[in-house]
């Protein structure tokens, strides 16, 4: 099963919010992952399949092995929905 970190600056409410809209939209497409919410700090030495959050704080997380997805809008189901579609 593949693992989702979201990602925000504190790791409280914005990356807990995200993923609750992650865990909805896997829900939508039939598909499953184990979703969790850190902070940029904690998310630098944690391991997961794919890394999730703005632009802003994933950019940092970008290490040329990570697979990254930048959302413009993290309230967006159908954004998360279409960036996540190939992904797992």
Do not use: W, Y
Not at 2 to 19: A, D, H, Q, R
Request: hydrophobic share 45%.
């Amino acid at each position: 099963m593949k693992k989702i970190m979201v990602v925000c600056g504190n790791g409280l409410g914005s990356s807990f919010i995200m993923e609750m809209n992650v865990k909805k939209a896997l829900t939508e497409m039939g598909k499953s992952a184990e979703v969790d919410h850190t902070d940029l700090t904690s998310a630098k030495s944690a391991q997961a399949d794919i890394f999730i959050g703005a632009a802003d704080i994933v950019a940092q997380l970008d290490d040329g092995t990570r697979t990254i997805v930048t959302l413009e809008n993290m309230m967006s189901i159908p954004e998360i929905t279409s960036k996540l579609e190939s992904l797992v």
